[in-house]
């Protein structure tokens, strides 16, 4: 995917932290922030003790943290940070993929791999830009629909077929796509994406869920109007059909 050439737009400076215990680490990630062309001022800790004490004194806009370190670590960090008024986005760099799902609970921006390839950070940083320094909102495009899913899983970008998907799920600001035993990120929001998928078999069935009606083993009511959704994922999972959505769903299987 490209992303913006920095050269020929104008971009906010971005004050970034680097959180790594190990020091190479930190002057790589630097170097490469350097060569995505970005106009960063950058800063170190090599402790999540020190980063935390850096960021009570100063604002950042993005911390790029490590995962594993002595002490507390880049999770926990971004708890306390969760906390704060006005947080500075958090981006995980790390060499394990198994921490993916609960950073991403954490409304981290982004979870990058080591050694961080320059394009892929250019994307982070975009991710950064917009978050952190959102452009008005415009009208949004008419999408044509699609027949294979890009997503997000390890740094790559791959394309899975729709008959895959179970359902998808709005986490804040991120959107999680699920198949029968994965867990994958997408670059859509839930709105841009309920217009890329056929509709049917998927369905809006609650601000949080779009659901693969295929992929419905079992419908029974809940309570006040709510219906409950089984779908054939490994742990059987259960969505909410919310009321405004009830009738949408019952219109579409003629219940």
Do not use: C
């Not at 971005?14 to 190990?22: K, P």
């Not at 008419?142 to 895959?164: N, W, Y």
């Amino acid at each position: 995917m490209s992303g913006i050439n920095p050269a020929t737009v104008s971009l906010p400076t971005l004050r970034a932290l680097i959180v790594d215990d190990e020091e190479p680490a930190t002057i790589e990630l630097k170097y490469r922030l350097q060569e995505t062309g970005w106009p960063v001022q950058v800063s170190v800790a090599l402790t999540a003790t020190d980063a935390l004490r850096l960021i009570r004194q100063r604002e950042f806009d993005v911390v790029f943290l490590d995962i594993q370190m002595p002490g507390l670590t880049g999770l926990e960090l971004a708890e306390v940070l969760a906390e704060f008024s006005r947080p500075p986005v958090v981006v995980f760099v790390t060499a394990y993929d198994e921490y993916a799902v609960r950073a991403f609970e954490l409304r981290a921006a982004d979870y990058l791999l080591k050694p961080v390839r320059v394009e892929r950070l250019i994307e982070t940083l975009e991710r950064v830009r917009e978050r952190r320094y959102p452009a008005p909102k415009a009208e949004p495009p008419r999408f044509q629909l699609i027949d294979r899913l890009p997503v997000e899983k390890s740094g790559r970008t791959l394309l899975i077929d729709l008959a895959e998907v179970r359902f998808a799920e709005a986490h804040d600001e991120l959107v999680m796509v699920k198949t029968y035993d994965q867990v994958y990120t997408v670059r859509f929001t839930m709105n841009e994406l309920e217009a890329r998928l056929p509709n049917p078999p998927f369905l809006r069935i609650h601000r949080s869920f779009i659901v693969n009606l295929k992929r419905v083993v079992e419908i029974r009511p809940y309570f006040n109007g709510v219906y409950l959704l089984k779908v054939d994922d490994k742990e059987h999972t259960e969505l909410t059909v919310s009321r405004g959505h009830v009738r949408s769903l019952r219109n579409l299987l003629g219940i």
